[in-house]
């Protein structure tokens, strides 16, 4: 009866060790997906900081090409107004996109492309870039793993029992790099 016992307490206590494994790599996957999207968010954000000093460098060279600045400003407005992550992502990519035009309309002015200060802001630019190109590679595979890992068994099973569910890749356009020789 004794032996009975110690059977039944082993494999409740490895059914509650699988419950906490499973439980334990599914909260890590979602984990790294939350920091990698956190990431992408704070850089968005900087690059988004750093707009008005790049319009205040280049004020002086591109006087007549206004429009590049109103499209920058916009792009920023919508970026700080957003109110969910998909619609920050969309405000981010086009705020690239205008500082983007800001940067190749730039290399028209050779005394504004030997500026130091523009040079700065353009590196800080690339840097930016190359943080969020690894995040969104880091987030997207952690979301390929999450999502395999939700088609398994048993790992469906308890994901639905834990309340995890399907994740979505991240749906934002591959931006090249500022002015980076390819």
């Not at 309309?105 to 190109?133: G, H, W």
């Amino acid at each position: 009866m004794v032996i009975i016992w110690f059977i039944v307490l082993g494999i409740v206590f490895l059914m509650a060790l699988i419950f906490f494994a499973y439980y334990s790599k599914l909260s890590s996957l979602t984990n790294k997906i939350d920091s990698s999207i956190s990431l992408i968010s704070a850089q968005i954000r900087r690059r988004a900081s750093l707009a008005p000093s790049l319009l205040a460098n280049i004020g002086g060279y591109v006087k007549n090409e206004r429009k590049l600045g109103e499209d920058i400003t916009s792009a920023r407005l919508a970026l700080l107004d957003a109110p969910n992550m998909s619609a920050k992502l969309r405000a981010g990519a086009q705020l690239h996109m205008a500082i983007r035009t800001v940067l190749a309309s730039a290399e028209s002015y050779p005394t504004l492309k030997n500026n130091d200060r523009f040079q700065q802001l353009r590196n800080e630019l690339l840097e930016i870039d190359k943080i969020v190109s690894n995040a969104r590679k880091t987030y997207n595979d952690g979301i390929m793993v999450y999502n395999v890992m939700m088609h398994s068994s048993p790992a469906k099973w308890f994901a639905k029992l834990y309340g995890f569910g399907k994740r979505e890749f991240l749906k934002i356009p591959a931006e090249d790099s500022f002015g980076e020789k390819k």
